[in-house]
């Protein structure tokens, strides 16, 4: 497979007076077999990091090697995409609906002219590894939606390709298969020791897909780590929305507590601020009526404002007594009626701390 490094690549687009830093000196490097993810809000500059990848995006500025070799520089392509070895899927994994399985998979080899004998031994072995081989003469409005995904899959990976490149693959698949897709491209990816890179705005897809990844903020890198130190490290409030779920509320720095209306979180630690941003995600809050719970601090009497039901686990919105506008998301194993008031509990070492910027403090 192949090594993937890019360096400080910039890309300007221009338009008229109109000027957009979309990738600012970005820099990233992908092992060979390694998987690598780019999260980021919509518009931060995934797609343009990819398709400079690809090949499809000259660089205004900064390196991209394959192995060592230099793939493109500033403003020059240095290797075509047809010759990077690549497979890019985007958001659309659409099968063409007038060719059977077969041709859809085969297509991508039709068009470089493989012989056919080659492209019946290459489609017959990707078929088999995704376990296809039985709906290859029907077509796509023949098969299941799990069946289309893995013939796209199939396609993609037919050529063999050194680099997988996926944007935003699993957006427009029903929450069904999407879990399926995720843990499918995952298994191949492993087999075959695919190279990839993977981006998305879904810290979902970024978790399942990649051990690590880089977080995009306005075209620019601002963390790049482990998967897990990024949830559980965030530099700043954007970052740790970025990566899932969190709890952002303001509180003041008291001498042996941050206050939050009627709440405490016991805190002895010297900060020079006097207001603090607290962070805390879901799944590290507790309600109940008891007022001790092993690992967890008490922080005071709160409403439970709602309560629904996801994915196995109670969401409860509840507020502190004192201030109905103060609002948590808390994850409860067990149901809890709205109405009802208990006492909330954090996971005090799960607390980050930010300043009004959104820095990270603590
Ligand atoms: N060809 C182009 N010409 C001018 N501006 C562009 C072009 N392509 C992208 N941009 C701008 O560059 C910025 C980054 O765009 P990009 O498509 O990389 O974002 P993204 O992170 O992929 O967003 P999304 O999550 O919505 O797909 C945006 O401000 C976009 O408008
Ligand atoms: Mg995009």
Redesign the pocket.
């Known amino acids: 497979m192949v090594k993937v490094k890019v360096k400080d690549l910039t ?1 300007i ?1 221009k ?1 008229g007076k ?1 000027i ?1 830093v ?2 600012d000196k970005i820099s990233l490097e992908v092992d060979d077999g390694a998987t690598f993810g780019i999260l ?12 400079q990848i690809a090949g499809l ?1 000259i660089p205004t500025d900064g390196y991209i090697y394959f192995d060592e070799k230099v793939v493109s520089a500033p403003n020059k392509i240095i290797v075509e995409p047809e010759n990077r070895n690549i497979s890019l899927v985007f958001q659309n994994w659409a099968l063409y609906p007038n060719m059977t399985i077969y041709d859809n998979i085969a297509f991508p080899l039709k068009n470089i002219k493989m012989p056919k004998s080659e492209i019946d031994k290459r489609v017959t072995e990707i078929s088999e590894t995704l376990n296809i081989k039985q709906v290859l003469k029907h077509y796509p409005r023949e098969v299941s939606g799990g069946q289309m995904q893995r013939a796209a899959l199939a396609r993609a990976l037919v050529k063999n390709p050194k680099l997988l490149l996926l ?2 693959p699993f957006s427009n698949l029903d929450a069904q298969i999407r879990d399926s897709a995720r843990a499918l491209v995952r298994k191949i990816q492993k087999e075959l020791s695919l190279t990839t890179i993977i ?1 998305s ?1 879904d810290p979902a897809d970024i978790f399942s897909i990649a051990e690590d990844a880089g977080v ?1 903020v306005r ?1 620019k890198f601002v963390q790049i780590g482990n998967v897990s130190e990024l949830y559980n490290n965030p530099i700043s409030e954007t970052v740790s929305k970025l990566l899932g779920d969190i709890n952002t509320v303001e509180g003041e720095v008291k001498e042996k507590a941050i206050v939050i209306g009627n709440l405490a979180i016991p805190f002895d630690k010297k900060i020079d601020l006097t207001e603090v941003k607290v962070g805390i995600r879901p799944e590290d809050m507790r309600i109940s009526q008891a007022e001790i719970i092993k690992n967890y601090v008490n922080i005071g009497k709160v409403k439970v404002k709602v309560s629904s039901y996801s994915a196995g686990i109670f969401k409860l919105i509840v507020s502190p007594i004192s201030d109905e506008s103060i609002e948590f998301s808390v994850n409860s194993e067990t149901h809890i009626r709205s109405g009802i008031e208990a006492f909330l509990f954090i996971r005090p070492e799960k607390m980050k701390l930010f300043d009004s910027n959104g820095n990270r403090i603590m």
């Open positions: 890309k687009f338009k109109n957009v979309a990738n980021g809000e919509s518009g931060g500059g995934k797609t343009t990091l990819l398709r995006e944007d935003e981006v705005h995009i075209g």
